[in-house]
Structures are given as structure tokens and as C-alpha cells.
């Protein structure tokens, strides 16, 4: 069993930064990637960046390229989710995954986008 904890939401101005953290616990060694995902209010949930947990490789959603950034501490087995140049439609619940034989998902954390 794998359990995620989010941590970082909250309310942000537009043009703004946040940083999400994901701490993993329990059967840690048996995840290969985690990753980020986002629900708006009435959409569906989408997938917004990944990350490979060994070697670090990282993907990203087109909506977020360049402005977002995954990132990982091995040692505190925590992934982050820098998120700079923060635009309204990035208000979301914001959930950490984590892929091992099976996946796994956090309870999520808001962020709102909002002058």
C-alpha cells in the first residue's frame, strides 16, 4: 500500500506561484512514477505533469509547459509541483498519483486562481 498526502493549495492572484508537495509513505520502494493531475469545477479530471521517479525524467500537458515544474526528493520521497505564472483556469483540485503494481491517489489539495 502506497499513501499520498498533498499539501500547498490555496488561493493565489493571477500571474502567481504556488508549490504543491506529495509525501509518499508506506510501500515507497514499489513506485516507478508519480505524477499530477487537476479536476476544475464540472470537468472532467485531467493529467497535468509525471515524473519517473528514478531517473527524473519528466513529461507535461501542453497547457502547462514551461510554466509548471515536477520534481522529486528522494529522500523525503516527496514529489513537488512548482506552479509559476498562475492563470485563472488553473483553479482545480489538485491530486498526486503514484504508480506501482497498482495506483494510487492522494485527497487532493484546491488551488484558486483569483483576484
Known amino acids: 500500500q502506497v499513501h499520498l498526502v498533498e499539501s500547498g493549495g490555496g488561493l493565489v492572484q493571477p500571474g502567481g506561484s504556488l508549490r504543491l508537495s506529495c509525501a509518499a509513505s508506506?510501500?515507497?520502494?514499489?513506485?516507478?512514477?508519480m505524477g499530477w493531475y487537476r479536476q476544475a469545477p464540472g470537468n472532467q479530471r485531467e493529467w497535468v505533469a509525471d515524473?519517473?521517479?528514478?531517473?527524473?525524467?519528466?513529461n507535461y500537458a501542453d497547457s502547462v509547459k514551461g510554466r509548471f515544474t515536477i520534481s522529486r526528493d528522494n529522500v523525503k520521497n516527496t514529489v513537488y509541483l512548482q506552479m509559476n505564472s498562475l492563470k485563472p483556469e488553473a483553479t482545480a483540485v489538485y491530486y498526486c498519483?503514484?504508480?506501482?503494481?497498482?495506483?494510487?491517489w492522494g485527497q487532493g489539495t484546491p488551488v484558486t486562481v483569483s483576484s
Open positions: 515524473i519517473i521517479t528514478s531517473a527524473g525524467r519528466t
Open positions: 508506506g510501500s515507497i520502494f514499489s513506485i516507478h512514477d
Open positions: 498519483t503514484a504508480r506501482a503494481a497498482r495506483e494510487y
